[in-house]
């Protein structure tokens, strides 16, 4: 975040001969104190903290190396057949467990709801079925499964519904969880990028950031704000004065320091508001106009 650091002003009285000095506001502070309490008031914080927000479509992805060319064009113009008759019953609900232990209950959906979202028609279509090698996925065969994705408090099996499609070597895999349970990605500050992306934790009271930044930008440090739910972040970037920049970024590496150990408080990025994932190569910055839970 481009701020520059807070300096002292003096004003010179020179009526009566005495000085009198103030201090701006600082900043980064200013920031990071309106991110911390945009994000407790939040709706979006308890779903975050507590539930399941998936980061990934809930169509899971196919190995598309192994796929005929023809597949993926059937599915984006969702070129889908039925030649079962789908389970109508709705499993009873599962548990959801994450490596720090916590679980939660959520309900499931039958065969036939999780079919109707696999073969919604998309918002567009790449040319009508059967032109071009497109043709109907005919769908022969359901079972049940599980499946690692993503999610808002790291990687969480899941339950899934497995269709087998004649001509595809492995089943099409749906996310099981009915969405209506689960939590959607937070949306940034409007007046913010996500320049810290992801961060490590070092030591229970050392965090390592990666931040983006250009490549003709200086880094002078890293900032850090915490309250008694979050610690918020922010790299101090500035633009160097050239006279050309080939106008790329590059990501580096800067440590922060806390007070206090991060426990399970949640990381936030100073100037887009948003909650950091750790050691993630996912940013919820792209998913700003994007909910998987309607995918």
């Known amino acids: 975040m481009r701020i520059f650091p807070a300096i002292a002003l003096l ?16 900043p980064f502070t200013d920031r990071a104190q309106q991110v911390a309490e945009r994000w407790q008031s939040s709706v979006e914080r308890g779903p975050w903290i507590e539930g399941y927000v998936p980061l990934r479509n809930l169509t899971l992805e196919l190995d598309w190396g192994r796929m005929p060319r023809w597949v993926g064009r059937s599915m984006i113009n969702a070129a889908w057949k039925l030649e079962i008759e789908l389970p109508a019953e709705a499993p009873a609900p599962a548990e959801l467990r994450w490596a720090d232990g916590s679980t939660l209950s959520v309900p499931l959906l039958a065969a036939t709801a999780v079919y109707t979202g696999l073969s919604k028609p998309k918002s567009f279509v790449d040319e ?32 899934t519904w497995e269709f087998t499609v004649k001509g595809v070597p492995e089943p099409i895999r749906r996310v099981a969880v009915d969405p209506a349970a689960m939590g959607g990605p937070p949306r940034p500050l409007a007046d913010g990028i996500q320049e810290v992306k992801t961060y490590e934790v070092r030591a229970p009271t050392d965090l390592q950031l990666s931040f983006l930044h250009g490549t003709c930008d200086t880094t002078y440090g890293s900032r850090v704000h915490e309250t008694p739910e979050a610690v918020i ?14 106008a790329m970024g590059k990501i580096d590496r800067i440590g922060v320091t806390l007070r206090k150990p991060l426990g399970r408080r949640v990381v936030l990025d100073s100037s887009s508001g948003l909650p950091l994932l750790p050691q993630s190569d996912i940013h919820l910055a792209e998913l700003r106009n994007y909910d998987p839970r309607r995918s």
């Open 233 to 246: 972040v922010d790299v101090d970037v500035r633009q160097d004065d050239v006279d050309i920049c080939n």
């Open 128 to 159: 009508e079925c059967p032109a071009n090698g497109c043709r109907p996925l005919r769908v022969i065969a359901v079972a049940r499964g599980e499946a690692t994705t993503p999610s808002n408090r790291g990687d969480v099996r899941v339950p």
């Open 11 to 26: 004003a010179l009285a020179a009526a009566c001969g005495t000085t009198e000095a103030s201090v701006t506001a600082d």
